[in-house]
Protein backbone atom coordinates (compact mmCIF):
# COMPACT_ATOMS: atom_id res chain seq x y z
CA UNK A 1 0.00 0.00 0.00
CA UNK A 2 2.78 2.31 0.58
CA UNK A 3 3.69 2.51 -3.33
CA UNK A 4 0.51 3.57 -4.01
CA UNK A 5 0.14 6.01 -1.29
CA UNK A 6 3.20 7.66 -2.48
CA UNK A 7 2.04 7.55 -5.88
CA UNK A 8 -1.53 9.22 -4.91
CA UNK A 9 0.26 11.99 -2.44
CA UNK A 10 2.39 13.25 -5.71
CA UNK A 11 -0.77 13.27 -7.99
CA UNK A 12 -2.14 15.39 -4.90
CA UNK A 13 0.80 17.73 -5.01
CA UNK A 14 1.80 17.96 -8.65
CA UNK A 15 -1.68 17.31 -10.80
CA UNK A 16 -4.01 18.40 -8.21
CA UNK A 17 -1.65 21.62 -6.85
CA UNK A 18 -3.39 20.46 -2.95
CA UNK A 19 -2.26 22.27 -0.25
CA UNK A 20 0.22 20.77 2.19
CA UNK A 21 -2.54 21.38 4.66
CA UNK A 22 -4.90 19.28 2.44
CA UNK A 23 -2.33 16.83 1.43
CA UNK A 24 -1.76 15.76 5.11
CA UNK A 25 -4.86 15.40 6.24
CA UNK A 26 -5.21 13.04 2.99
CA UNK A 27 -2.64 11.15 3.87
CA UNK A 28 -3.10 10.65 7.39
CA UNK A 29 -6.98 9.36 6.57
CA UNK A 30 -5.84 6.54 4.19
CA UNK A 31 -2.99 5.60 6.77
CA UNK A 32 -5.58 5.21 9.52
CA UNK A 33 -7.56 3.44 7.60
CA UNK A 34 -5.32 0.93 6.38
CA UNK A 35 -3.77 0.55 10.13
CA UNK A 36 -7.39 -1.13 10.65
CA UNK A 37 -7.87 -3.30 7.57
CA UNK A 38 -4.49 -4.69 8.37
CA UNK A 39 -5.24 -5.37 11.87
CA UNK A 40 -8.72 -6.36 11.20
CA UNK A 41 -8.45 -8.52 7.78
CA UNK A 42 -4.60 -8.02 6.67
CA UNK A 43 -6.10 -7.03 3.29
CA UNK A 44 -4.02 -4.54 0.38
CA UNK A 45 -5.36 -1.96 -1.18
CA UNK A 46 -7.04 -3.52 -3.78
CA UNK A 47 -8.28 -6.36 -1.96
CA UNK A 48 -10.41 -3.85 0.24
CA UNK A 49 -14.30 -4.09 -1.08
CA UNK A 50 -17.65 -2.06 -0.01
CA UNK A 51 -18.42 -4.77 2.97
CA UNK A 52 -14.84 -3.46 4.68
CA UNK A 53 -15.45 0.05 4.20
CA UNK A 54 -19.06 -0.01 5.45
CA UNK A 55 -17.37 -2.01 8.44
CA UNK A 56 -14.79 0.76 8.85
CA UNK A 57 -17.60 3.82 9.27
CA UNK A 58 -19.54 1.86 11.52
CA UNK A 59 -16.40 1.69 13.75
CA UNK A 60 -15.65 5.37 13.09
CA UNK A 61 -19.61 5.97 14.55
CA UNK A 62 -19.16 3.80 17.00
CA UNK A 63 -16.18 5.71 18.73
CA UNK A 64 -18.48 8.61 18.39
CA UNK A 65 -16.54 11.01 15.94
CA UNK A 66 -18.09 14.04 14.44
CA UNK A 67 -20.16 13.79 10.99
CA UNK A 68 -18.47 16.26 9.36
CA UNK A 69 -14.83 13.76 10.70
CA UNK A 70 -16.12 10.55 9.26
CA UNK A 71 -17.30 12.30 5.97
CA UNK A 72 -13.81 14.20 5.38
CA UNK A 73 -12.02 10.45 5.99
CA UNK A 74 -14.72 8.74 3.01
CA UNK A 75 -14.07 11.87 0.82
CA UNK A 76 -9.88 11.17 1.39
CA UNK A 77 -10.70 7.24 0.76
CA UNK A 78 -12.95 8.15 -2.38
CA UNK A 79 -10.10 9.82 -3.84
CA UNK A 80 -7.73 7.56 -3.15
CA UNK A 81 -9.94 4.91 -4.54
CA UNK A 82 -11.09 7.05 -7.79
CA UNK A 83 -7.14 7.74 -8.30
CA UNK A 84 -6.44 3.70 -8.00
CA UNK A 85 -8.89 3.20 -10.66
CA UNK A 86 -7.66 5.68 -13.23
CA UNK A 87 -4.31 3.96 -12.44
CA UNK A 88 -5.71 0.74 -13.32
CA UNK A 89 -4.79 -0.76 -9.90
CA UNK A 90 -8.19 -2.02 -9.34
CA UNK A 91 -10.98 -3.27 -11.35
CA UNK A 92 -13.99 -1.83 -9.09
CA UNK A 93 -14.02 1.32 -6.88
CA UNK A 94 -15.41 0.16 -3.39
CA UNK A 95 -16.64 3.60 -2.04
CA UNK A 96 -18.28 4.32 -4.98
CA UNK A 97 -21.46 2.91 -4.16
CA UNK A 98 -20.97 4.32 -0.57
CA UNK A 99 -23.12 7.71 0.63
CA UNK A 100 -21.37 11.11 2.54
CA UNK A 101 -23.38 10.70 6.35
CA UNK A 102 -25.75 13.86 6.05
CA UNK A 103 -24.61 17.10 7.31
CA UNK A 104 -26.88 19.08 10.07
CA UNK A 105 -26.84 22.31 8.38
CA UNK A 106 -24.69 24.29 11.02
CA UNK A 107 -23.96 28.16 11.08
CA UNK A 108 -20.30 28.91 11.23
CA UNK A 109 -19.19 30.39 14.25
CA UNK A 110 -18.44 34.32 14.45
CA UNK A 111 -17.44 37.45 16.60
CA UNK A 112 -19.41 40.22 16.80
CA UNK A 113 -17.89 43.74 16.30
CA UNK A 114 -17.19 44.44 20.46
CA UNK A 115 -15.96 41.59 21.08
CA UNK A 116 -13.17 41.95 18.28
CA UNK A 117 -12.35 45.25 18.97
CA UNK A 118 -11.83 44.67 22.91
CA UNK A 119 -9.65 41.82 21.70
CA UNK A 120 -7.40 44.24 19.66
CA UNK A 121 -7.43 46.16 22.77
CA UNK A 122 -6.01 43.61 24.60
CA UNK A 123 -3.17 41.85 22.50
CA UNK A 124 0.23 42.59 24.83
CA UNK A 125 2.65 44.97 22.02
CA UNK A 126 5.42 45.25 24.56
CA UNK A 127 7.37 42.07 23.37
CA UNK A 128 8.42 41.27 19.53
CA UNK A 129 6.44 38.45 18.80
CA UNK A 130 3.15 40.17 20.88
CA UNK A 131 3.37 42.77 17.87
CA UNK A 132 3.93 40.05 15.29
CA UNK A 133 0.64 38.41 17.26
CA UNK A 134 -1.23 41.71 16.57
CA UNK A 135 -0.81 41.69 12.59
CA UNK A 136 -1.44 37.87 12.77
CA UNK A 137 -5.03 38.67 14.21
CA UNK A 138 -5.43 42.15 12.16
CA UNK A 139 -4.57 40.18 8.80
CA UNK A 140 -7.18 37.50 9.13
CA UNK A 141 -9.84 39.57 10.07
CA UNK A 142 -8.61 41.93 7.33
CA UNK A 143 -8.48 39.41 4.48
CA UNK A 144 -10.63 36.36 5.73
CA UNK A 145 -7.85 34.51 4.40
CA UNK A 146 -7.44 30.14 5.25
CA UNK A 147 -4.59 29.17 7.63
CA UNK A 148 -2.58 27.23 4.88
CA UNK A 149 -2.89 30.69 2.58
CA UNK A 150 -1.36 32.78 5.40
CA UNK A 151 1.62 30.29 5.89
CA UNK A 152 2.86 30.70 2.32
CA UNK A 153 2.96 34.34 2.52
CA UNK A 154 6.04 35.79 1.48
CA UNK A 155 6.93 39.16 2.32
CA UNK A 156 7.02 40.32 -1.43
CA UNK A 157 3.34 39.44 -1.44
CA UNK A 158 2.46 42.41 0.91
CA UNK A 159 2.35 45.39 -1.03
CA UNK A 160 2.95 48.39 0.75
CA UNK A 161 1.73 51.19 -1.54
CA UNK A 162 -1.56 49.60 -2.33
CA UNK A 163 -1.97 47.86 1.16
CA UNK A 164 -2.95 44.57 -0.83
CA UNK A 165 -1.76 41.04 -0.47
CA UNK A 166 -1.14 38.66 -3.37
CA UNK A 167 -2.70 35.31 -1.67
CA UNK A 168 -1.90 31.62 -3.14
CA UNK A 169 -5.75 29.84 -2.85
CA UNK A 170 -6.72 26.12 -3.39
CA UNK A 171 -5.80 24.32 -6.56
CA UNK A 172 -2.83 27.07 -6.99
CA UNK A 173 -5.42 29.93 -7.64
CA UNK A 174 -4.08 33.17 -7.41
CA UNK A 175 -5.66 36.46 -5.85
CA UNK A 176 -5.49 40.17 -4.61
CA UNK A 177 -7.19 41.05 -1.55
CA UNK A 178 -7.11 44.50 0.74
CA UNK A 179 -5.94 44.66 4.10
CA UNK A 180 -7.17 47.92 5.06
CA UNK A 181 -5.22 50.61 7.21
CA UNK A 182 -5.23 48.92 10.55
CA UNK A 183 -3.76 45.54 9.40
CA UNK A 184 -1.46 47.50 6.87
CA UNK A 185 -0.35 49.81 9.73
CA UNK A 186 0.06 46.16 12.57
CA UNK A 187 1.77 44.93 9.63
CA UNK A 188 4.38 47.31 8.90
CA UNK A 189 5.83 47.58 12.15
CA UNK A 190 6.21 44.16 12.41
CA UNK A 191 8.32 44.26 9.28
CA UNK A 192 10.29 47.30 10.19
CA UNK A 193 10.76 46.51 13.99
CA UNK A 194 10.24 42.78 14.45
CA UNK A 195 10.92 40.45 11.44
CA UNK A 196 14.33 41.82 10.93
CA UNK A 197 15.24 40.98 14.72
CA UNK A 198 13.87 37.16 14.17
CA UNK A 199 17.12 36.36 11.83
CA UNK A 200 14.85 35.34 8.62
CA UNK A 201 15.75 31.92 7.45
CA UNK A 202 13.66 32.55 4.50
CA UNK A 203 11.35 34.99 2.89
CA UNK A 204 8.32 33.52 4.50
CA UNK A 205 5.82 36.53 5.56
CA UNK A 206 5.16 35.70 9.18
CA UNK A 207 8.08 33.73 11.51
CA UNK A 208 8.18 31.87 14.54
CA UNK A 209 10.95 32.65 17.70
CA UNK A 210 13.56 30.69 15.25
CA UNK A 211 13.32 32.77 12.50
CA UNK A 212 11.10 30.29 10.13
CA UNK A 213 8.15 30.11 8.45
CA UNK A 214 5.65 30.18 10.88
CA UNK A 215 3.08 26.91 10.53
CA UNK A 216 -0.29 26.39 11.24
CA UNK A 217 0.17 24.75 14.33
CA UNK A 218 2.36 27.88 15.18
CA UNK A 219 -0.62 30.41 14.16
CA UNK A 220 -2.82 28.64 16.19
CA UNK A 221 -0.68 28.99 19.35
CA UNK A 222 -0.42 32.79 18.50
CA UNK A 223 -4.40 32.99 18.46
CA UNK A 224 -4.42 30.69 21.84
CA UNK A 225 -2.31 33.22 23.45
CA UNK A 226 -4.22 36.53 21.99
CA UNK A 227 -7.50 34.44 23.09
CA UNK A 228 -6.00 34.02 26.87
CA UNK A 229 -4.57 37.57 26.91
CA UNK A 230 -8.35 38.44 26.30
CA UNK A 231 -9.67 36.47 28.89
CA UNK A 232 -12.00 34.82 26.09
CA UNK A 233 -14.17 31.77 26.44
CA UNK A 234 -15.16 31.30 22.61
CA UNK A 235 -12.55 29.46 19.98
CA UNK A 236 -10.55 31.33 18.42
CA UNK A 237 -9.12 30.27 14.96
CA UNK A 238 -8.19 31.43 11.80
CA UNK A 239 -11.57 29.98 10.21
CA UNK A 240 -13.56 31.71 13.31
CA UNK A 241 -11.68 34.97 11.62
CA UNK A 242 -12.69 34.06 8.32
CA UNK A 243 -16.36 33.21 9.01
CA UNK A 244 -16.36 37.05 10.85
CA UNK A 245 -15.48 38.23 7.66
CA UNK A 246 -17.29 37.51 5.34
CA UNK A 247 -20.47 37.75 8.05
CA UNK A 248 -19.25 41.55 9.09
CA UNK A 249 -18.93 42.34 4.99
CA UNK A 250 -22.32 41.08 4.27
CA UNK A 251 -24.55 42.08 7.53
CA UNK A 252 -22.67 45.88 6.06
CA UNK A 253 -24.22 45.35 2.86
CA UNK A 254 -21.25 43.85 0.84
CA UNK A 255 -22.80 41.86 -2.33
CA UNK A 256 -21.87 37.90 -2.33
CA UNK A 257 -20.27 37.99 -5.64
CA UNK A 258 -17.70 40.46 -3.91
CA UNK A 259 -17.47 38.45 -0.60
CA UNK A 260 -16.92 35.51 -2.87
CA UNK A 261 -14.36 36.54 -4.67
CA UNK A 262 -12.75 37.79 -1.44
CA UNK A 263 -12.61 34.38 0.11
CA UNK A 264 -11.36 32.50 -2.74
CA UNK A 265 -14.44 29.97 -3.43
CA UNK A 266 -14.99 28.62 -6.76
CA UNK A 267 -18.73 28.13 -6.16
CA UNK A 268 -20.97 30.68 -5.12
CA UNK A 269 -22.82 28.01 -3.01
CA UNK A 270 -19.94 27.82 -0.72
CA UNK A 271 -20.38 31.51 0.22
CA UNK A 272 -24.24 31.61 1.05
CA UNK A 273 -23.38 30.07 4.19
CA UNK A 274 -22.07 33.35 5.27
CA UNK A 275 -25.84 34.80 5.02
CA UNK A 276 -27.07 34.06 7.94
CA UNK A 277 -27.38 38.20 10.14
CA UNK A 278 -27.14 38.93 13.60
CA UNK A 279 -30.32 39.98 15.69
CA UNK A 280 -29.03 43.48 16.03
CA UNK A 281 -28.96 43.52 12.33
CA UNK A 282 -31.95 41.85 11.79
CA UNK A 283 -33.77 44.49 14.29
CA UNK A 284 -31.94 47.11 12.57
CA UNK A 285 -33.41 46.54 9.18
CA UNK A 286 -36.91 45.27 10.74
CA UNK A 287 -36.69 49.38 12.41
CA UNK A 288 -35.76 50.92 9.05
CA UNK A 289 -37.77 49.57 6.74
CA UNK A 290 -41.07 48.38 8.19
CA UNK A 291 -43.73 50.86 8.57
CA UNK A 292 -44.67 49.98 11.82
CA UNK A 293 -42.06 49.42 13.66
Same mark, same amino acid.
Given at each position: MSHELDAFITYLRIEKKASSYTVDNY???IEEFFQYTEQRWKLSAAAVSYVHIREYL???YANELARTTVSRKLSSLRSFYRY???????????VALIHAPKQGRKLPSFFY???LSALFESVNTSTPLGKRNLALLEIFYATGIRVGECVKLDVRDFDKQLET???QGKGGKERYVPVGSFAAEALNIYLEAVRPELNPADDALFLNYAGK &???ARGIQKALNKI???????? &???PHV???TFATHLLNEGADLRTVQELLGHSDLSATQIYTHVTKDRLREVYRSSHPRA
Open positions: KRDTELLLREEKIVANPEEELLV &RLSAEEGSMKA &RMSLRH
